[in-house]
């Protein structure tokens, strides 16, 4: 099987551009989830979706948004792009089942806004 | 609201050593999961060992143990043998089991990370 596929690897955008994120979960997962990790820190949690619905939304601007698709897979889009918003990208996929508890992780893409 | 606290920004092994990553976590809740996830120059976060809060025995894989400590919500990792391919950063992670997940879904919240390097 293979393991959560996020595209593209890397992505170099100008202030106030738009961008893209795509994830494509495990098989069977039908949970999928972002996070924003700024270099040197932990992981902050931006979206959740499961079933093409959000489920939980962290402390991000209306900039950032979000959708899944009925295959699951998802896509983050981030508009009018800011320094700041350079960072690792990070989708994860989860079973919908509350006791398993386990996410896997893609390998992110890193965005420089510059 | 959750929040986890790792303080160790860097820390040293030699190999074929033993050593121990600290974590602690803030929660008023009773039911919930807590992860130590690995993160190589690769990028990709490694599921590395999970427990359970209602379980009281520590969970252990291979090499790996946590040593849990609901009472002062403390949840150290400990690695043993420590081998060059261990050298990454290590985060601590939690995330609540009690909420209904089909309405509201669950985040995990991560702590800072530990720079875990390894010498030969």
């Known amino acids: 099987d293979a393991g959560v596929t996020q595209s593209p690897t890397h992505l170099i955008k100008t202030r106030g551009q738009q961008v893209t994120l795509r994830c494509s979960p495990i098989s069977g997962h039908k949970s999928v989830s972002w996070y924003q990790q700024v270099l040197g820190q932990g992981p902050q949690f931006i979206f959740q979706?499961?079933?093409?619905?959000?489920?939980g939304r962290g402390n991000f601007p209306d900039r950032f948004s979000a959708r899944q698709f009925p295959n699951y897979s998802s896509e983050l889009n981030v508009n009018a792009l800011l320094l700041g918003d350079s960072a690792l990208y990070l989708c994860?996929?989860?079973?919908?089942?509350?006791?398993?508890?386990?996410?896997?992780f893609g390998s992110g893409t890193r965005l420089t806004v510059v | 609201a959750q929040t986890v606290t790792q303080s160790q920004p860097e820390m040293s092994v030699q190999e074929a050593e033993t050593v121990t990553l600290s974590c602690t976590y803030d929660?008023?809740?009773?039911?919930?999961?807590l992860f130590w996830y690995k993160q190589p120059p690769s990028r990709q976060m490694i599921l590395v060992i999970r427990q359970e809060a209602y379980k009281q025995q520590n969970a252990t894989e291979n090499r790996f143990s946590v040593n849990f400590q609901k009472a002062a919500k403390s949840f150290s990792l400990k690695i043993s043998d420590s081998q060059l391919g261990d050298a990454a950063m290590y985060f601590c992670?939690?995330?609540?089991?009690?909420?209904?997940?089909?309405?509201?879904?669950?985040?995990?919240?991560f702590g800072a990370g530990t720079i875990l390097r390894v010498k030969s």
């Open positions: 979706y499961y079933e093409k619905e959000e489920r």
């Open positions: 929660t008023s809740e009773s039911d919930y999961y």
């Open positions: 994860a996929s989860s079973l919908s089942d509350l006791r398993d508890g386990r996410y896997t």
């Open positions: 992670a939690y995330r609540s089991a009690e909420s209904r997940f089909q309405e509201y879904g669950n985040k995990l919240v």
